[in-house]
């Protein structure tokens, strides 16, 4: 049995896309984020995924949820997912992205990137 699609959401990137006062509360924010990933999923991908949540920053102590894994990055968030990708050789992978730089290395690490919307879609 092959293991599930790994997505990966940066999650300060995704909350950062929509202007809705996410910075006044960036764990609120993510913690909004995250609950809408574990009630709808990935839209569009319908197959078994596994979604990791990468916080950072002021995002820091979001807990897991069934269906989405909070992984709080020690450092940069682009970092952390980075070695998501690369720990996950083999397997597919698809970040959730807009940030240009962060999408050319995963992209060099063979990750399929989708922007924020197609994540986010409509409320």
Same mark, same amino acid.
């Given at each position: 049995?092959? #293991?599930?699609? !790994?997505?990966?959401?940066? #999650? #300060?990137?995704?909350?950062?896309?929509?202007?809705?006062?996410?910075?006044?509360? *960036?764990?609120?924010?993510?913690?909004? !984020?995250?609950? @809408?990933?574990?009630?709808?999923?990935?839209?569009?991908?319908?197959?078994? +995924?596994?979604? =990791? !949540?990468?916080?950072?920053?002021? #995002? @820091?102590?979001?807990?897991?949820? &069934?269906? =989405? @894994?909070?992984?709080?990055? &020690?450092?940069?968030?682009?970092?952390?997912?980075?070695?998501? =990708?690369?720990?996950?050789?083999? $397997?597919?992978?698809? +970040?959730?992205?807009?940030? $240009?730089? !962060?999408? *050319? $290395?995963?992209?060099?690490?063979?990750?399929?990137?989708?922007? &924020?919307?197609? +994540?986010?879609?409509?409320?």
């Amino acid at each position: 049995m092959t #293991a599930p699609s !790994l997505v990966i959401i940066d #999650a #300060a990137n995704v909350v950062g896309s929509v202007p809705d006062g996410w910075w006044r509360d *960036r764990r609120g924010a993510a913690e909004r !984020l995250r609950d @809408r990933l574990a009630r709808d999923g990935v839209p569009g991908h319908d197959a078994p +995924v596994e979604i =990791v !949540l990468v916080v950072e920053g002021a #995002a @820091r102590g979001v807990a897991s949820v &069934p269906g =989405v @894994r909070v992984d709080e990055a &020690p450092g940069s968030g682009d970092d952390r997912i980075v070695e998501l =990708v690369a720990e996950a050789a083999g $397997r597919s992978c698809l +970040v959730v992205t807009a940030d $240009r730089e !962060l999408r *050319r $290395r995963v992209g060099e690490l063979a990750a399929e990137v989708i922007g &924020p919307r197609s +994540v986010l879609g409509r409320s």
